[in-house]
T-cell receptor, first 116, second 112 residues
Framework: GAVVSQHPSRVICKSGTSVKIECRSL??????MFWYRQFPKQSLMLMAT?????????EQGVEKDKFLINHASLTLSTLTVTSAHPEDSSFYIC????????????FGSGTRLTVV | KQEVTQIPAALSVPEGENLVLNCSFT??????LQWFRQDPGKGLTSLLL?????REQTSGRLNASLDKSSGRSTLYIAASQPGDSATYLCAVDNNAGNMLTFGGGTRLMVKP
């Protein structure tokens, strides 16, 4: 089956620093990957759609300069939280879909970001 | 705009019971429907994927059905176990590859 690897699983950073989260499709190519944010006991909130070789599409209200997305290859997308602040602390999850949709959407294991 | 609703929002059952989780969607022009499981602090695990041309899918004790015309899907869990405790999410893919629309989820607790 399709596997998506997300790293790191947990990260603690100081306020004002930047953090990079990686999302890799291990056994399929993903022209499109998705980044979500989830607050405790709430639903997933789509932040942006990452397109290989082009600019990401951000959802309304998501600051593109704060959350930098790079999708440089068919198997790797990265989310960089720039100048992180405590309010950026959250659970971030990526997902990807194989081109044929045979496996549907596959999600990473998530990254717990804590900004102190 | 597609809207997905899951009922009930929470469910607590004793171990061994068979149970049904419900999902409804407003736009029947779907590409596929997926059921996921999320454990606290974890990512989503895909349980079952039903293509729009299919009526049901089965995996072990899980069975998911799809009725596109009525905009409904159900997830049946047989002989529930404490390890089944998690949040179950229904998600609809409307436009091959663009994005998923999620329901609010059903928080399931199976008591020993």
């Amino acid at each position: 089956g399709a596997v998506v690897s997300q790293h790191p699983s947990r990260v603690i950073c100081k306020s004002g620093t930047s953090v990079k989260i990686e999302c890799r499709s291990l056994d399929f190519q993903a022209t499109t990957m998705f980044w979500y944010r989830q607050f405790p006991k709430q639903s997933l909130m789509l932040m942006a759609t990452s397109n290989e070789g082009s600019k990401a599409t951000y959802e309304q209200g998501v600051e593109k300069d704060k959350f930098l997305i790079n999708h440089a290859s068919l198997t790797l997308s990265t989310l960089t939280v720039t100048s992180a602040h405590p309010e950026d602390s959250s659970f971030y999850i990526c997902s990807a879909r194989d081109a044929q949709g045979f496996y549907g959407y596959t999600f990473g294991s998530g990254t717990r970001l804590t900004v102190v | 705009k597609q809207e997905v609703t899951q009922i009930p929002a929470a469910l607590s059952v004793p171990e061994g019971e068979n149970l049904v989780l419900n999902c409804s969607f407003t736009d029947s022009a779907i590409y596929n429907l997926q059921w996921f499981r999320q454990d606290p602090g974890k990512g989503l695990t895909s349980l079952l994927l039903i293509q729009s041309s299919q009526r049901e899918q089965t995996s072990g004790r899980l069975n998911a059905s799809l009725d596109k015309s009525s905009g409904r899907s159900t997830l049946y869990i047989a002989a529930s176990q404490p390890g089944d405790s998690a949040t179950y999410l229904c998600a609809v893919d409307n436009n091959a590859g663009n994005m998923l629309t999620f329901g609010g989820g059903t928080r399931l607790m199976v008591k020993p």
